[in-house]
């Protein structure tokens, strides 16, 4: 008979723990000293058990990551050659960013192996048109493309239509009736509502009260029961947190799904938030973006971008790509995150997490669908105002230094100068404009600070 390594030992309970404790805290308060109350609505234990887990949540989750590059293409020659030399240098996905209808995909493409490639694009604008040359250029070739297209995220990010509502969704379905080439092309961009300041819950119900939208919009439609979204997420820097919110996210959508009767799986893209870069002491970014990255592959993301540590300041360059590719690197062939799925299962702590995550998420969505849905409530400022109050309170923590951005609001070194640093402007862009809604801007939390700073620099 096979002996247990620890039969010998009595099995304590979780209300055994808590006794001894509160015996060693000597009076003090168990709540105040070691439950920690998070902006997000949920407070942490100092331990967790099996009882804090009545039944394991099963997510599907990729068996393997891709270590993911973006291009803005500009230049369809620089770009394709860019391209091919970061495939050789261990990039495995492609991320480009297509600014107009001018850009040749026969060119951009020219020398990848496009059966081997996962590659997403992105558009800048939206025609059926520029679709249609996609669709006659990959048809009959072997390929693992992704598009990108989401009218409601561009409503929400720019306060617009790309056109008009009639028009997006003329195109749109159109699009999606003649998809079946392609992996997905219904792209949903919860990063902007993380960058914006929403708090995890927030993100999730968005999240999936914005699929729905789509998912409503086309169970009608022929293509609806092969229907796959991709879901671009903003990793931030509450390391289980972010793990859990990914893993709660795969099974909100898998549990939506299922009520529509199409494949519960997703796809998931993810890249570190923006909201914690800053400008001084920007090494400190090689850090967040760390620790981000490996939050999003241990979640179970599907592809990982990952944002060079200058990116808010500066164009890019070689070496900022170079370092921030060689940091999945790492985590891939030295630190062998790829050589087990789902490596988060079963940790308590996780899976409790992922499972409040998702239930206060549920509760977000219900009120938004009785309210009318995602768009409606977009239209009437209601999402908007949710994640200002959002945002406004981890403001608040970091003014009062109660949130800790290292080298910025503490352990700042005042001989830093950036002012003469500056290839891009790294703050919120004011540009007034007549919108039909209320639009949802990304803010940094350190960007009142660094613009005194700044001001102060060239007073001196």
Known sequence: MKESLFQEFEEVSAKEWKQKIQFDLK????????????????????????????????????????????????SVEKSNKRANEILNKGTESLWFIIPNEEISIENLLEGIVLDKTIIYFSFSFFSENYFKRFRE??????????????????????????????????????????????????SIDTALYQNAGANIPQQLAYALAHVNEYLNHFQESP??????????????????????????????????????????TCHILAQPTKRNKTLYDFNVNLLRTTTESMSAVLGGADTVYNMPYDAIYHKNNEFGDRIARNQLLVMKHEAYLDKVANAAEGAYYIESLTKQFAEMALDIFKEIEKGGGFLKQLKEGAIQRKIKESAKKEQEQFDSGELVLIGTNKFENPQDKMKDELELYPFLKQNPRKTLIEPILERRISEQIEQERIKQEKVE
């Open 137 to 186: 250029y990959f048809k009959g070739k072997q390929h693992q493309v992704f598009l990108q297209f989401d009218i409601v995220g561009n409503l929400a990010r720019s306060g617009n239509w790309f056109h008009n509502l009639q028009k997006d969704h003329e195109i749109l379905n159109s699009i999606f009736t003649n998809s079946k080439d392609f992996k997905s092309v219904i």
């Open 223 to 264: 293509n609806f029961e092969k229907l796959q979204p991709q879901f671009l997420i903003a990793s931030g820097p509450n390391y289980f947190f972010e793990i859990a919110k990914i893993k709660a996210l795969r099974w909100l959508y898998a549990t939506l799904a299922s009520e529509y009767n199409i494949p519960e």
């Open 27 to 74: 009076g003090a308060d168990y709540n105040e000293k070691l439950v920690y109350k998070s902006l997000d609505g949920i407070n942490i234990k100092p331990f967790y058990s099996g009882e804090d887990v009545e039944e394991s949540i099963k997510t599907p989750s990729p068996k393997n990551w891709n270590i993911c590059e973006r291009l803005y293409v500009v």
